[in-house]
């Protein structure tokens, strides 16, 4: 007999409400048409083809009541087996939600944290969610609806219970509360050691405050730890010539560590500690300039040295300038060469140190070691290569040690239609903060006047500008004093006046308000078709004060001594004089007239008879149109500080875009004549290729060798001046100008001083 077919239907229900009250299922078998008859049998319930249980089937209806199914979205079929008179069958697939109840398996775990630490709480739950929030001592914390709560740069507030409450289709349930304590971390230890050291050296102790239950973890860059490692004190052996990095963490009692101290000391032949250059940057300037700077470094000794360049990005150009930190950079100096790098922060990024380029103003302070800095001269000279002003402005790489305490000035700041003045300030020092306080004074003796800015405070390496500084007192004409308010680091300052059209610029360094009084020499002053000097003369104090100028001409007529002429200074004033010559003739200087002038001039500031503190430089500069409108600032050097034998002068440069220049001074303390011979050396190869014949000077007399480096067909040089004849002391100068006879360029120059031998 022929059996009849069937058709099954199943009835899920749709939803089931939780996953431990199941709604029963049911299925239906009929008998199709035109059969007749009620079917036997079982019907099996698969979930996704896998059978869950089966019913018999009673008068056409089978109900399974004991089943399981996992939570989710299902689809669930029914199978009729059929009997001896009707044929098997499957219903079409049914959806089926099954909600399942929440159950934790892992809840919250305790933490203990260190203050500024990060962590992690997180569960592992199932069953059917809607939301979650995580509660921290039972309120809700706005936005943590994740299975994973970080917490970051914990604090004491942050302590206390931590909890997540899970709401579900089944209900809701609260996990375990975890408890999070926040343990406090100890300060960074004040560290002491010492500030230089001779190669190998062994037995230097560092140390920090002892704290019971703490242990303290050092490590020793460039020399060994010999005793003393977990304790407050270490003995150290200093390795060979550079410097010796030092760091130390302090793990407390309740085993949370302090941030590092750091701490560094020279180590070499006793000389006195690290040259500072005050920027090296990568910034774009007004009018189209780039700026851009290059290092020179001469070793002017007779024995091959490395030196120890360390980076300190500079926070002025903001976060973006280069990643935080100080970064060393080891450079071997063969004896006489002379490392000419023309992008330095390019070449620090090829050494490793992380310096960004793509922020368009970057920079910071550089710090040279060597083992003995007096047999090493370092400067450096910013530039815009691709902008209208070309020549930039140097500067030199002054000894840390020898620099500012207390107080400082900075002469012959001007705000006008032509020129603005910036001051930079830095924090020489390594290792903490500084505060300065920057006042400016007016110059002008018709509207006197005292204005202080806003103290600034400086982090160790630290530099920053003011850019048209006497825009903020609205002065057209001043000076500025720099005052140490709080910490105990040396500082530098400097102003850097920029011409508004080119944006080029002339450095003007500080001078301390400590120095001693007496005659000083501006190099020279020049009156040409082509160049013209300004005078700055300022007096800093709070009486009047007479300039005795003496004046040398040294073109016109070698040696001619053009008398001494007096001018008096108000209190705090500053004269700004833009034809030094001629304002020397009006005052009674015996000055021959001439298509062109120069010579040096002896400056003594007298303030009651006796020698008073006083500032001075000049500016020569080629106002024609197609000349530089810029030119050079030389300041007046103290006759006391100039040498008596032999100084050098570095960072020397000829190709086809700049030349140099090396200029002389008698300083006229002797009446005899004197004889330098100059010492000129390949800074590529290291080898003297020239000693000249000895340039004599008279008294007071002025001397330039024009592109000392063209005819010996050197384009990186340096020069050591000797004094073979005579007992008066001297100045050495170099000026490295823009332009070759080839290549005029704008004319300006940049001042290089001399680096006095001792």
């Keep these: 007999m022929q059996r009849a077919a069937t058709v099954v239907t199943l009835d899920t229900g749709g939803t089931m409400p939780c996953q431990d009250n199941l709604r029963p299922l049911s299925a239906f078998v009929a008998v199709a048409a035109p059969g007749a008859g009620l079917p036997s049998g079982t019907v099996t319930f698969l979930d996704a083809g896998v059978p869950v249980g089966s019913a018999p089937l009673l008068d056409g209806r089978a109900t399974l009541t004991a089943y399981t199914l996992t939570g989710g979205d299902r689809a669930v079929t029914a199978r009729y087996s059929g009997d001896g008179s009707f044929v098997e ?69 942050d302590a206390g219970a931590y909890d997540v409450l899970v709401v579900g289709s089944c209900g809701t349930v609260a996990s375990r509360a975890a408890t999070v304590s926040v343990e406090p971390r100890p300060k960074a230890p004040a560290l002491s050691l010492p500030s230089s050291a001779r190669p190998s050296q062994a037995g230097l102790l560092a140390r920090v405050p002892a704290h019971e239950g703490s242990v303290y973890q050092w490590t020793v860059a460039n020399g060994a730890i010999t005793a003393g490692q977990g304790a407050a004190s270490i003995t150290f052996t200093a390795g060979p010539a550079g410097v010796v990095s030092i760091s130390v963490t302090e793990t407390g009692a309740g085993g949370c560590s302090s941030p590092a101290s750091t701490g560094r000391l020279t180590v070499g032949d006793g000389s006195q500690g690290p040259r500072l250059v005050p920027i090296v940057l990568d910034v774009h300037g007004r009018n189209g300039s780039h700026f851009t700077t290059e290092l020179f470094m001469a070793n002017t000794g007779s024995t091959d040295q490395e030196a120890l360049l360390e980076y300190t990005p500079a926070s002025a150009f903001g976060p973006q300038s280069a990643v935080e930190g100080v970064y060393t950079v080891r450079q071997p100096l063969a004896a006489g060469r002379q490392l000419l790098v023309t992008d330095t922060l390019g070449f620090l990024q090829a050494a490793g140190v992380p310096v960004r380029t793509d922020s368009g103003a970057m920079g910071g302070t550089l710090r040279v070691y060597t083992a003995s800095s007096d047999a090493v001269s370092v400067g450096a000279r910013t530039t815009s290569p691709t902008g209208p002003g070309r020549a930039g402005t140097a500067y030199s790489g002054e000894l840390t040690t020898s620099m500012c305490t207390d107080r400082a000035w900075v002469p012959g700041l001007r705000e006008n239609g032509t020129d603005r003045s910036n001051l930079a300030l830095v924090n020489a020092g390594q290792d903490g903060p500084v505060t300065l306080e920057v006042t400016l004074h007016s110059g002008d003796p018709e509207a006197p006047g005292s204005f202080p800015l806003a103290p600034l405070t400086l982090e160790a390496g630290q530099w920053t500008q003011l850019d048209s500084v006497l825009s903020r007192a609205g002065l057209t004409n001043g000076w500025a004093e720099i005052t140490r308010v709080d910490g105990s680091e040396r500082f530098d300052a ?11 610029g002339s450095f003007v360094p500080e001078v301390q308000a400590s ?244």
């Design 494 to 504: 400097y102003a850097v006046f920029n011409d508004r059209v080119t944006n080029d």
């Design 89 to 157: 069958s499957e219903s079409a697939p049914q959806p089926l939600k099954v909600l399942v109840p929440v159950t934790f398996q892992a809840d919250p775990l305790d933490a203990r944290l260190c203050e500024g630490a990060a962590a992690s709480l997180e569960v592992v739950f199932s069953g059917s969610v809607t939301s979650m929030q995580w509660r921290h001592n039972g309120q809700a914390i706005p936005g943590q609806t994740g299975r994973t709560l970080t917490l970051s740069s914990v604090t004491a507030s």
């Design 515 to 758: 120095a001693p009084a007496g005659p000083m020499t501006i190099p020279v002053l020049v009156r040409s078709a082509a160049f013209l000097s300004e005078l700055v003369l300022t007096n800093p104090g709070a009486e009047e004060s007479q300039a005795e100028l003496s004046y040398v001409e040294s073109l016109a007529a070698p040696g001619h001594a053009a008398g001494t002429v007096r001018f008096t200074l108000r209190p705090h004033q500053q004269l700004i004089v833009p034809d030094a010559v001629a304002w020397l003739r009006s005052l009674g200087a015996d000055i021959p007239q001439a298509p062109a002038n120069a010579g040096a001039l002896t400056v003594l500031f007298l303030r009651h008879g006796l020698p008073a503190a006083g500032m001075a430089g000049a500016r020569t500069s080629a106002p024609a149109p197609d000349g530089g409108a810029y030119g050079v600032f030389t300041p007046a050097v103290p006759v006391s500080r100039s040498p008596l034998e032999s100084a050098r002068v570095a960072g020397l440069r000829q190709d086809d875009a700049v030349r140099s220049n090396l200029a002389l001074v008698h300083l006229g303390d002797d009446p005899a004549p004197i004889a330098l011979v100059l010492d000129v050396f390949d800074g590529d190869t290291g080898q003297l290729v020239d000693s000249s014949t000895p340039v004599l000077l008279g008294p007071g007399q002025w001397f330039q060798a024009n592109q000392l480096l063209a005819p010996l067909g050197i384009r990186n040089g340096w020069v050591r001046v000797r004094k073979t004849e005579g007992s008066a002391r001297f100045l050495a100068y170099g000026v490295v100008n823009d332009g070759t006879p080839d290549r005029p360029g704008t004319n300006d120059g940049s001042f290089i001083p001399m680096d006095p031998e001792r």
